[in-house]
């Protein structure tokens, strides 16, 4: 089992930067990939940035360049830089964790409003 803790969304202009947490406790050992993904009103889910456990890290597209996700020990970051409206949204920190017996499971955290005023 891992436990998910987010923090650091809120309310910011167009231009501005946010930085989310996310802190990970429990089966750490486990964790073969954390990441955050990030739900808009009406909209799917869509991936936003993964590092794995190796610091390997993925983007997609609409934040590459802008958005940089990091790790230190147990603490997941994603430094948002010159947000648009668009990223308007809950973000949410993800984990992947190989369990013996079961596979990979997915623990989601319980989400963290971020949103971009124009």
């Known amino acids: 089992q891992v436990q998910l803790v987010e923090s650091g969304g809120g309310l910011v202009q167009a231009g501005g930067s946010l930085r989310l947490s996310c802190a990970a406790s429990?089966?750490?050992?486990?964790?073969?990939?954390m990441g955050w993904y990030r739900q808009a009103p009406g909209k799917q889910r869509e991936l936003v940035a993964t590092?794995?456990?190796?610091?390997v890290t993925d983007y997609a597209a609409s934040v590459k360049g802008r958005f940089t996700i990091s790790r230190d020990k147990n603490t997941v970051y994603l430094q948002m830089n010159s947000l648009k409206p668009e990223d308007t949204a809950v973000y949410l920190c993800?984990?992947?964790?190989?369990?013996?017996?079961?596979?990979?499971?997915?623990?989601w955290g319980q989400g963290t409003q971020v949103t971009v005023s124009s």
């Open positions: 993800n984990t992947k964790c190989n369990v013996n017996g079961v596979g990979i499971v997915d623990y």
């Open positions: 429990g089966s750490m050992s486990s964790i073969v990939r």
């Open positions: 590092i794995t456990r190796g610091g």
